[in-house]
């Protein structure tokens, strides 16, 4: 019988946290973790194919058991496909929709020129992490998509804050990119050279 975290009712990135903290303690084996919601489900996975493990999904009565095994049948690390077309991995966080301090109409404009010409630029970064109010930028109605979908086109990792979009009750409406947890943002951040909006 595998392992049992039982991460159900947590909040991001508890669930990615603790499946990391018991993976990080052997050298291979089977866990089990359980979440209650599709985010966390997702978030999981996400690690567990960042780490090469391997994993099946069961729902059932409601609650997500994700199956995981460390040791066996490896994946090739997804850190070889890392798309650098520069020496380093460069990484832009948006921590908010508009760009900038002062009138609120002016920022939203200055945004929306910085993502069009980011999208036509030469150099342009490997993610793309949205926070807080930049989480509006991904939904829609969102005055940016296009620009956001040429760069995604161009290759750009686009993730989102799940506590961000649940925090302005906006997760339904997300258009572009993927929706990620606080861990795997650190994880990114501290391995990418950050510019942050």
């Given at each position: 019988m595998s392992n049992i975290?039982?991460?159900?009712?947590?909040?991001?990135?508890?669930?990615?946290?603790?499946?990391?903290?018991?993976?990080?303690?052997?050298?291979?084996?089977?866990?089990?973790?359980?979440?209650?919601?599709?985010?966390?489900?997702?978030?999981?996975?996400?690690?567990?194919?960042?780490?090469?493990?391997?994993?099946?999904?069961?729902?059932?009565?409601g609650l997500y058991h994700i199956l995981i095994t460390k040791g066996e049948g490896i994946k090739e690390d997804k850190s070889s496909e890392v798309k650098e077309s520069n020496d380093e991995i460069f990484t832009i966080v948006v921590g908010s929709d508009?760009?900038?301090?002062?009138?609120?109409?002016?920022?939203?404009?200055?945004?929306?020129?910085?993502?069009?010409?980011?999208?036509e630029?030469?150099?342009i970064p490997n993610n793309l992490i949205f926070l807080n109010s930049g989480v509006k930028l991904v939904v829609e109605g969102s005055l940016v998509l296009d620009s956001l979908e040429k760069l995604q086109q161009r290759g750009v990792e686009i993730q989102s804050c799940g506590l961000c979009l649940d925090f302005y009750k906006i997760k339904d409406s997300l258009r572009i990119g993927?929706?990620?947890?606080?861990?795997a943002i650190i994880e990114i951040m501290n391995n990418s050279k950050t510019i942050k909006l």
């Open positions: 975290i039982n991460c159900k009712g947590m909040n991001c990135p508890l669930p990615v946290v603790n499946t990391k903290k018991y993976f990080d303690t052997i050298e291979k084996g089977i866990s089990t973790t359980i979440v209650d919601n599709e985010v966390a489900k997702n978030n999981i996975i996400k690690f567990v194919e960042n780490s090469g493990f391997k994993y099946e999904v069961e729902e059932r009565d508009k760009l900038g301090n002062g009138d609120d109409d002016l920022g939203i404009a200055l945004m929306k020129s910085y993502l069009f010409a980011l999208s630029a030469e150099k993927e929706i990620t947890n606080m861990y």
